[in-house]
């Protein structure tokens, strides 16, 4: 039978406070352990929680952001579970009244655009970490008890995996344009969980649905979604049941492992935070958000794409990472082509992030002097073939273009007297091409002007050798 | 007995003047307790050396110091449900018996600010759970009146700490009647405040939106002046309201003239005691003779009272105390082979009988398929509890009402029926419900066991409460 893949995403994004969301300790990554505690982050007895206005804030702000409702009184509740990395015994979360109601992304696959739902984003503190690899049962880590997150719920819109990496791309890269979320996958401050289930084409309601955790990457959310999808197909297409079960994406393996099943599920007996009052936003607050809204990706894309004029390929990669296009603008002040800019960027700079597996912040290759760079192969001080040799010298020893030019040996010659001599020497060399070319053979004209850019390690300048040929043979 | 003539602020003012000092007045509150308190339980640790070194620290202070300190040198009790630094807070369970908190609560640093002499940490009732004090790991508490009583609970060491005269000021907390029912039976004042007057940072939760931090004294006047102290801004209480209370020496005036008293039918009608209404009523003609009126009200909600609080507190609790699972701090039962073994072991054996019997209850309001029966409906009743309340106080200023159905009840007499003991905090348990503060005031004896009389106003109107406390105390030592 033919399906229809249901797919939709729950993606916790960390936000980037200096502190926790209850309390006054610091909320960074790889502090060393349990460094970052206090007597509420601990759940210390007596201990009580007060809400960071930051981190509200930064919720606002991606609610406006993917166009959801903003909710002027939200309620904290209480989630209730027993679990080690848990100190309180539950986790204070939103539940009836999330601070943000539904919005939506648009995404694109393929060229073809899609509105994909978002149910809700609310805020909630997140658990500690253990640790089992050590030579001991287990560790209790409290630095990330209390950090701040949003949780963003879609709706079940997604029709492929490949409709779930573009919401999760569009997500990710709205966190990123905000500034709320270092969106580190790998570490952890972005993760996403799916809920995946199939049904047949043209059928209204939905299967059974299976949840998966642990796809920490993009490229494991494809293939555990791609699985998953294919192991319910062979489940339903052998007679089988969907069984409604937590799985765990097992990258080591390419498995997904179930977790729990819907038997043996919590009963998280919600029920509202009492040490919390309910949460107001101001309409002020919301309307301050709104005007401090940065130009979101898609806008940012149009705009190149009719500034710039440039093609809607190029656009979309510069702009799928703010600060690929922050770099792209910049260095605009320093040489206003956007074409040639774009395309060193995109060929060149993306080439040596991917080759050291570098990100643009490791890129000693500021807008600055990539912008000086391209303006000394405009000016035939150096040649466009040579720079990329340049490019990677200034990366690798964090040095103005200039410098590494002449250290590389790589100034073109434009001097008429130098080249001439040159040319005599090549033209004495090589009597029967000379013989040729007299004869009308013009397409070795070519040859006569490489032996001389050989002859000058590279740095004759091409035009010149052209013209000083056409003289001589005039 | 008192364990000071004068009213706190009295002696403060004699410790000023160079008349008596801090470590004499401590000393004698410890050697007091050294003597009795084997005897009444009151208390679960005492620090004498700690107390003895600040009373001299204090009394080595210059001058102009100390006249900013309103409670300067005077020796206090506090309930050991409320952290104090360096210094076990058991919360009378086996659970905590090892505890000891790395922070003060903000009242604790209240009081330390103000001068205050902590001496020692109170018996309770297990997390606070229970009316009579005989919920305690460690112990019952004895009424200091009749030892063969309660002190009543759950505050009953503050309570009788105060009554025996071992201290003149006590905290307790108060979540469906634990100040001002102790208070009533060991013949002292207990003053639960407004929700939302006094921080609750520290303060070891039971039920977070009932419970309240207040003060138990010999004298209406200290139960104002440590309302001063306690109820001081703190952003650390996200529901601690702005409000610090002003302990006006207007309050005192005795003037009663025209104040409007209401007398719920409710409160007065079947269930209570001759015992408990006689010096009521008698209180109530010698403050309409001061120039009171006595005004009928209704409070049509209050017999779902009962059950509406049991059903909060414990959904409540069995969220708060979800934390000790012998996995951070506290007790931990290593016998078990598993993490659920070392939970439900920790559980079973760290925690009392009554403690797990409201857990158990919390946990049932909660479940999915329960929640809107239970938890959803008490929290609508507990809306049209506090409307009653408000529909009442436009008629009056000051409600009337007994605290107990009972004086203190003998040791043991109702352990065994735990719906019976929930019954008898009927009086006091929708002030909680409500946020309005209720204040417990001695007015006579019954067969030798004190009788209180509970004054319930609106929300801030602690004023109130002091003011009519303050002129029954008067015209009871004048009758
Ligand atoms: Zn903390």
């Excluded at chain 1, 573009?166 to 979320?181: F, R, T, W």
């Excluded at chain 1, 029920?271 to 936003?281: I, K, Q, R, W, Y």
Aim: glycine share 8%; hydrophobic share 35%.
């Amino acid at each position: 039978m033919e399906y229809e893949i249901v797919i939709g995403l729950e993606i916790h994004a960390q936000l980037l406070t200096k502190t926790k969301l209850f309390c006054g300790c610091a909320s960074k990554f790889g502090d060393p352990p349990n460094t970052n505690g206090c007597p509420v982050c601990l759940g210390l007895p007596g201990a009580l929680p007060v809400l960071s206005g930051l981190a509200v804030e930064m919720a606002v702000r991606m609610g406006l952001a993917v166009g959801c409702s903003i909710n002027n009184k939200s309620v904290f509740a209480r989630k209730n579970y027993f679990y080690p990395d848990l100190p309180k015994g539950y986790q204070i979360s939103q539940y009836e009244l999330p601070v943000c109601g539904p919005g939506f992304l648009v995404i694109n696959v393929g060229g073809v655009e899609k509105k994909v739902g978002i149910t809700r984003i609310h805020l909630e503190e997140d658990a500690g970490k253990l640790v089992h690899d050590q030579d001991v049962d287990s560790l209790f880590d409290v630095n990330r008890c209390g950090t701040p997150l949003i949780e963003i719920v879609s709706d079940p819109d997604m029709r492929s995996p490949q409709e779930a990496l573009a919401y999760l791309a569009g997500i990710k890269q709205i966190l990123e344009y905000l500034k709320i979320c270092d969106c580190n996958m790998e570490e952890g401050s972005l993760r996403c969980d799916a809920n995946i289930s199939l049904r047949p084409k043209g059928q209204e309601t939905y299967g059974t649905k299976t949840e998966i955790k642990n796809m920490n990457s993009f490229r494991f959310m494809e293939k555990a979604l791609e699985y998953e999808a294919r192991r319910q197909e062979e489940v339903l297409d052998s007679g089988g049941k969907i069984i409604q079960q937590t799985y765990l994406w097992d990258p080591s393996n390419n498995k997904a492992l179930p977790m729990r099943s819907k038997e043996d599920a919590h009963d998280y007996r919600y029920f509202p935070e009492p040490d919390l009052l309910p949460l107001t936003v101001e309409q002020a607050l919301i309307e301050k958000a709104r005007a401090s809204l940065p130009e979101l990706p898609q806008v940012r894309k149009s705009r190149f794409i009719n500034e710039f004029v440039l093609p809607d390929t190029t656009a979309d990669v510069l702009t799928s990472d703010r600060h690929i296009a922050d770099f792209f603008e910049a260095t605009l002040n320093f040489f206003n082509d956007a074409r040639q800019v774009a395309n060193w960027i995109m060929g060149d700079i993306l080439r040596i992030m991917n080759e050291q597996k570098i990100t643009l912040d490791a890129i000693t290759v500021t807008p600055a002097r990539l912008g000086k760079l391209l303006s000394l192969i405009s000016d035939g001080t150096v040649s466009a073939k040579a720079a990329k040799k340049v490019l990677d010298t200034m990366q690798s020893e964090n040095k103005e273009p200039d410098t590494v030019i002449d250290q590389l040996g790589l100034r073109q010659v434009s001097d008429t007297g130098a080249l001439e001599i040159a040319l005599r020497k090549v033209l004495d060399e090589h009597p029967a091409e000379v013989e040729r070319f007299r004869g009308g053979d013009k397409k070795l004209t070519g040859f006569f002007v490489g032996q001389v850019m050989k002859l000058t390690k590279g740095t004759g300048n091409p035009k010149e050798i052209n013209t000083l040929l056409q003289k001589l043979f005039g | 007995m008192r364990f000071l003539s004068d009213t706190i602020s009295e002696t403060v003012r004699n410790i000023h003047s160079g008349e008596i000092t801090s470590t004499s007045i401590v000393k004698r509150s410890l050697d007091t307790i050294a003597r009795g308190n084997e005897n009444l339980n009151a208390f679960l640790s005492v620090q004498s050396d700690h107390a003895l070194k600040r009373a001299s620290e204090l009394d080595g202070l210059p001058a102009d110091q100390k006249k900013s300190m309103p409670l300067f040198g005077i020796p206090v009790a506090i309930k050991d449900n409320i952290c104090t630094k360096g210094v076990p807070t058991t919360c009378a369970s086996h659970m905590l018996s090892n505890f000891v908190p790395p922070y003060d609560a903000s009242v604790v640093e209240f009081l330390l600010n103000a001068g205050a002499v902590p001496v020692g940490k109170t018996n309770l009732d297990e997390f606070a759970m229970g009316s009579s004090t005989e919920n305690s790991r460690f112990g019952i508490t004895r009424n200091p009146v009749d030892p063969s009583k309660i002190p009543g609970g759950s505050s009953g060491g503050s309570a009788a700490a105060v009554g025996a005269g071992f201290v003149p000021a006590a905290l307790g907390s108060d979540t469906g009647g634990s100040i001002r029912q102790p208070a009533s039976h060991c013949g002292v004042v207990g003053l639960k405040p407004t929700y939302g007057r006094v921080s609750r940072y520290g303060l070891v939760a039971f039920a977070s939106s009932l419970d309240q931090i207040g003060p138990i004294t010999s004298d209406v006047r200290d139960a104002g002046l440590l309302l001063e102290v306690l109820s001081q801004v703190d952003s650390r209480d996200s529901t601690c309201a702005r409000k610090p209370f002003s302990n006006n020496q207007d309050i005192y005036s005795l003037d009663t003239r025209g104040l409007r008293i209401g007398l719920p039918a409710e409160y007065f009608g079947e269930g209570l005691s001759d015992d408990v209404r006689l010096p009521i009523m008698n209180l109530l003609d010698m403050l309409k003779e001061r120039g009171a009126q006595a005004v009928p009200v209704s409070l049509p909600n209050l017999r779902f009272a009962i059950a509406t609080y049991y059903i909060i507190c414990t959904a409540e609790a069995s969220s708060n105390l979800a934390r000790y699972d012998g996995v951070k701090y506290g007790f931990r039962d290593t016998r078990g082979k598993t993490l659920t073994d070392m939970y439900s072991l920790t559980r079973q054996n760290g925690l009392g009988d009554e403690v797990k019997r409201r857990i158990m209850l919390g946990t049932y309001v909660l479940s999915s398929g329960y929640y809107d029966a239970y938890y959803l409906k008490a929290a609508k009743v507990r809306t049209l509890i506090a409307q009653d309340f408000n529909a009442a106080f436009e008629k009056c200023d000051v409600i009337i009402s007994p605290v107990s159905t009972t004086p203190a009840f003998s040791i043991g007499e109702k352990t065994e029926d735990p719906l019976q003991m929930y019954l008898t905090d009927i009086y006091t348990v929708s002030a909680n419900l409500a946020g309005i503060p209720g204040i417990s005031v001695p007015c006579g004896t019954a067969g030798g066991l004190p009788v209180g009389v509970q004054f319930i106003s609106s929300h801030w109107r602690e004023d109130l409460l002091l003011k009519v406390g303050y002129a029954s105390q008067v015209a009871l030592e004048n009758r």
